[in-house]
């Protein structure tokens, strides 16, 4: 599975911005689908999930601020609004297979500043 996640960009405390992330290969072995983050000097951190059921979780620290989507021919998008300085990172989107196995792509970078 190659994954390749674009939408970054800077954006001002407050403001929105929606990534997207592509998926390709063996797509139809993809069970869960993720954005992580890694900001400067952290650890990556997964921040929110959506099964091939739907079935959606988020991080506290972005419910009621992000929204996940995934369309059957499994790209998702990660909308992102309210943002704050604490969110600028670099995100990836990665998957888990039906087989348990981990694929990420290349992260796209958010900057949150005035």
């Known amino acids: 599975v190659q994954l390749q996640a674009s939408g970054g960009g800077l954006v001002q405390p407050g403001g929105s911005l929606r990534l997207s992330c592509a998926a390709s290969?063996?797509?139809?072995?993809?069970?869960?689908m993720g954005w992580y983050r890694q900001a400067p000097g952290e650890q990556r951190e997964l921040i929110a999930t959506?099964?091939?059921?739907?079935?959606i979780w988020y991080v506290d620290s972005v419910k009621g601020r992000f929204t996940v989507s995934r369309d059957n021919t499994e790209n998702s998008t990660l909308q992102m609004s309210s943002l704050k300085s604490e969110d600028t990172a670099v995100y990836y989107c990665?998957?888990?297979?039906?087989?348990?196995?981990?694929?990420w792509g290349q992260g796209t970078l958010v900057t949150v500043s005035s």
């Open positions: 990665g998957v888990r297979t039906i087989g348990n196995s981990y694929y």
């Open positions: 290969g063996n797509i139809f072995s993809i069970n869960v």
């Open positions: 959506i099964t091939r059921g739907g079935s």
